[in-house]
Nanobody
Framework: EVQLVESGGGLVQPGGSLRLSCTVF????????LGWFRQAPGKEREGVAV????????YADSVKGRFTISQDNAKNTLYLLQMNSLKPEDTAMYYC??????????????????WGQGTQVTVSS
């Protein structure tokens, strides 16, 4: 069984930065995709960034150049989402998710079988 635990959310001013962490408990073997999704009140859950087990990454257009997804080199069970130049429209609950699928430019929350509990990110002055 795989469990995902997010941390690092909080309140930040526009233009600021936050780093979210996703710790994986259990074993993600073979080809998998780990992603960050977000959901704002009244809106559908949307993909933000994904990283495949081969290290390839894909980003939503809205966060390209501002967000970076990575795997911690020292702890291969830790995945990070570095968020820079945050905007009020980035405010949402952020979820870490994993699934045995190869993620390219198009993927769906339905492709992911494991989800964390979420961490709130609020961008406001």
């Amino acid at each position: 069984e795989v469990q995902l635990v997010e941390s690092g959310g909080g309140l930040v001013q526009p233009g600021g930065s936050l780093r979210l962490s996703c710790t994986v408990f259990g074993y993600l073997y073979g080809g998998f995709c780990l992603g960050w999704f977000r959901q704002a009140p009244g809106k559908e859950r949307e993909g933000v960034a994904v990283i495949n087990s081969d290290g390839s990454t894909f980003y939503a257009d809205s966060v390209k150049g501002r967000f970076t997804i990575s795997q911690d080199n020292a702890k291969n069970t830790l995945y990070l989402l570095q968020m820079n130049s945050l905007k009020p429209e980035d405010t949402a609950m952020y979820y870490c998710a994993a699934g045995w699928v190869y993620c390219s430019g198009a993927y769906s929350p339905r492709d992911f079988g494991y989800w964390g509990q979420g961490t709130q990110v609020t961008v406001s002055s």
